[in-house]
C-alpha cells in the first residue's frame, strides 16, 4: 500500500547542521507556498488510497491549524494507518495539538537532537530539556501516544558525559520511538561547511572526533536496546509495533507520492522529484507548471541492496542478484560487513558503522558476462 510525504520547508530559525531544503522565509511566500501545496495534491489523480501520511519539514508542527485541516483535507483513505507530522519542541501548545488530532494526526516526531542547553545553543535550539519533557506530557494527554524523539551524535561541544544526559531523558521519557542520527559534513550546511573548509565559526573546532561519534552511537545502542527499543533500521529503535510504518515503505521501495519543495516520488520503477526551493516551487506554480523537475528509472537491484541494507531485517537476494553480486557479497562478508545465512543478506553490527562504504559495493556493478 502507498503513502504520502508532504513537504512543509519553513522554519522559525535555520539550525547550523541542517542540509534540508528548509529556512526562513518571508510570510508572503508561505501563504504563496500553501496554495500551491494545495493545488498540487488537489490535482492529483489517485489511483489508490494511501495508508500513510507524513508531513516533514522544515517544522510543520508550526503551521496554522486551519492550514494543517485544509492540506489533509486534500489527501484521501482517512483515517489513514498512519499520519505522523514533525514538531520542533518546545512550543507546543494544547490548541495546537487537539487540532492534529482533528486532523488525523497520531504520531509526533520531535526534533529534540539534544537535551543539553550549551549543545543546543551552539546549533541554534531554542528548547530546554524541561521544555521536551511538557510537550510529550501534553501530546499524551491530548491522546497521542506515538512519540519518536530525534538525538544527533556529534554535535559541537558534545562529550561522552553529555551524551549521557540526553540518554537519561530518554530513558525518563521513554518514548515508543527514538532516531539516533550521526552527524552529517557536507557543504549543504552551514556547520558542514565550515568544517570542511577548516573554519571555526558554529563550533565547528568542537565537534567531536568521527571514532567518538560512534562511541556515542554505540552506548545509545546498548542503552536503548536495555529500555526494549530494537533497532530496525541503522538511525531508528522502536519497541515492538512502533516501528514508523511510513518511513519503512521508503526502505522496501513501496510506493509513495511526495507533495511540496524538493519532495520526492516512487511509483512503480519511476522516481520523480519536486522543484529543490519554496521559491522555485511556487515560481512553477505560478507559471502553470509541474512542480515535477525531474524524473529517472529506478534501478531495482541497486535500490535494493542500497536502501534495503539499511533495515536490520536486510534483505532477500534473487537469484539474478545473486549472480549480479555474489562477489561483492562474499567479499563484504569475509570483511565482516555482512551476514549472508544464504537467505537473507543483512548488516552485522560493525557494518552498521560503515554502511554506506558497504553500500557503494553495489551501486554500478556490472552484470557478469557468460
Same mark, same amino acid.
Given at each position: 500500500?502507498?503513502?504520502?510525504? $508532504?513537504?512543509?520547508?519553513?522554519?522559525?530559525?535555520?539550525?547550523?547542521?541542517?542540509?534540508?531544503?528548509?529556512?526562513?522565509?518571508? &510570510?508572503?511566500?508561505?501563504?504563496?507556498?500553501?496554495?500551491?501545496?494545495?493545488?498540487?495534491?488537489?490535482?492529483?489523480?489517485?489511483?489508490?488510497?494511501?495508508?500513510?501520511?507524513?508531513?516533514?519539514?522544515?517544522?510543520?508542527?508550526?503551521?496554522?491549524? &486551519?492550514?494543517?485541516?485544509?492540506?489533509?483535507?486534500?489527501?484521501?483513505?482517512?483515517?489513514?494507518?498512519?499520519?505522523?507530522?514533525?514538531?520542533?519542541?518546545?512550543?507546543?501548545?494544547?490548541?495546537?495539538?487537539?487540532?492534529?488530532?482533528?486532523?488525523?494526526?497520531?504520531?509526533?516526531?520531535?526534533?529534540? &537532537?539534544?537535551?543539553?542547553?550549551?549543545?543546543?545553543?551552539?546549533?541554534?535550539?531554542?528548547?530546554?530539556?524541561?521544555?521536551?519533557?511538557?510537550?510529550?506530557?501534553?501530546?499524551?494527554?491530548?491522546?497521542?501516544?506515538?512519540?519518536?524523539?530525534?538525538?544527533?551524535?556529534?554535535?559541537?561541544? &558534545?562529550?561522552?558525559?553529555?551524551?549521557?544526559?540526553? !540518554?537519561?531523558?530518554?530513558?525518563?521519557?521513554?518514548?515508543?520511538?527514538?532516531? $539516533?542520527?550521526? !552527524?552529517?559534513?557536507?557543504?549543504?550546511?552551514?556547520?558542514?561547511?565550515? !568544517?570542511?573548509?577548516?573554519?571555526?565559526?558554529?563550533?565547528?573546532?568542537?565537534?567531536?572526533?568521527?571514532?567518538?561519534?560512534?562511541?556515542?552511537?554505540?552506548?545509545?545502542?546498548?542503552?536503548?536496546?536495555?529500555?526494549?527499543?530494537?533497532?530496525?533500521?541503522?538511525?531508528?529503535?522502536? !519497541?515492538?509495533?512502533?516501528?514508523?510504518?511510513?518511513?519503512?515503505?521508503?526502505?522496501?521501495?513501496?510506493?509513495?507520492?511526495?507533495?511540496?519543495?524538493?519532495?520526492?516520488?516512487?511509483?512503480?520503477?519511476?522516481?520523480?522529484?519536486?522543484?529543490?526551493?519554496?521559491?522555485?516551487?511556487?515560481?512553477?506554480?505560478?507559471?502553470?507548471?509541474?512542480?515535477?523537475?525531474?524524473?529517472?528509472?529506478?534501478?531495482?537491484?541497486?535500490?535494493?541492496? /542500497?536502501?534495503?541494507?539499511?533495515?536490520?531485517?536486510?534483505?532477500?537476494?534473487?537469484?539474478?542478484?545473486?549472480?549480479?553480486?555474489?562477489?561483492?557479497?562474499?567479499?563484504?562478508?569475509?570483511?565482516?560487513?555482512?551476514?549472508?545465512?544464504?537467505?537473507?543478506?543483512?548488516?552485522?553490527?560493525?557494518?552498521?558503522?560503515?554502511?554506506?562504504?558497504? /553500500?557503494?559495493? /553495489?551501486?554500478?556493478?556490472?552484470?557478469?558476462?557468460?
Amino acid at each position: 500500500m502507498a503513502g504520502v510525504y $508532504i513537504s512543509w520547508p519553513f522554519c522559525a530559525q535555520k539550525c547550523t547542521y541542517c542540509n534540508f531544503a528548509s529556512g526562513v522565509f518571508p &510570510q508572503e511566500l508561505e501563504a504563496e507556498y500553501l496554495e500551491a501545496l494545495c493545488a498540487e495534491i488537489g490535482a492529483t489523480e489517485w489511483p489508490w488510497k494511501p495508508e500513510t501520511v507524513y508531513l516533514g519539514g522544515g517544522t510543520p508542527g508550526s503551521m496554522q491549524p &486551519q492550514d494543517l485541516k485544509r492540506v489533509l483535507a486534500a489527501v484521501p483513505g482517512k483515517p489513514w494507518l498512519e499520519a505522523t507530522l514533525e514538531a520542533a519542541p518546545g512550543a507546543l501548545k494544547r490548541a495546537d495539538v487537539e487540532g492534529w488530532r482533528e486532523c488525523g494526526i497520531g504520531r509526533v516526531s520531535l526534533g529534540v &537532537q539534544s537535551f543539553v542547553e550549551g549543545e543546543l545553543r551552539k546549533t541554534g535550539r531554542r528548547h530546554t530539556a524541561g521544555g521536551v519533557a511538557q510537550d510529550v506530557a501534553l501530546l499524551r494527554e491530548c491522546g497521542i501516544d506515538e512519540i519518536n524523539i530525534d538525538l544527533i551524535a556529534g554535535l559541537p561541544g &558534545q562529550t561522552a558525559e553529555s551524551w549521557g544526559e540526553s !540518554l537519561v531523558w530518554i530513558e525518563r521519557l521513554a518514548p515508543p520511538h527514538v532516531s $539516533i542520527y550521526m !552527524l552529517e559534513i557536507d557543504e549543504d550546511s552551514r556547520l558542514g561547511h565550515e !568544517l570542511l573548509a577548516g573554519g571555526s565559526r558554529y563550533g565547528a573546532r568542537l565537534v567531536p572526533h568521527e571514532d567518538d561519534v560512534v562511541t556515542l552511537y554505540e552506548e545509545a545502542l546498548e542503552r536503548l536496546e536495555a529500555m526494549g527499543l530494537r533497532r530496525y533500521e541503522i538511525s531508528n529503535f522502536a !519497541l515492538p509495533g512502533h516501528e514508523s510504518r511510513h518511513n519503512l515503505k521508503y526502505w522496501r521501495l513501496e510506493p509513495y507520492l511526495g507533495f511540496g519543495a524538493d519532495a520526492h516520488s516512487l511509483t512503480g520503477t519511476v522516481r520523480g522529484q519536486n522543484a529543490e526551493t519554496a521559491a522555485e516551487y511556487v515560481a512553477r506554480w505560478k507559471r502553470g507548471e509541474s512542480a515535477r523537475i525531474a524524473e529517472t528509472t529506478a534501478i531495482a537491484h541497486e535500490e535494493r541492496f /542500497f536502501v534495503g541494507l539499511r533495515l536490520m531485517e536486510g534483505i532477500e537476494p534473487t537469484a539474478e542478484e545473486r549472480g549480479r553480486y555474489g562477489q561483492e557479497i562474499a567479499r563484504q562478508v569475509e570483511a565482516g560487513l555482512l551476514e549472508d545465512t544464504g537467505d537473507r543478506v543483512r548488516l552485522t553490527r560493525r557494518g552498521v558503522l560503515v554502511s554506506n562504504e558497504v /553500500f557503494q559495493e /553495489f551501486v554500478g556493478t556490472a552484470c557478469p558476462t557468460s
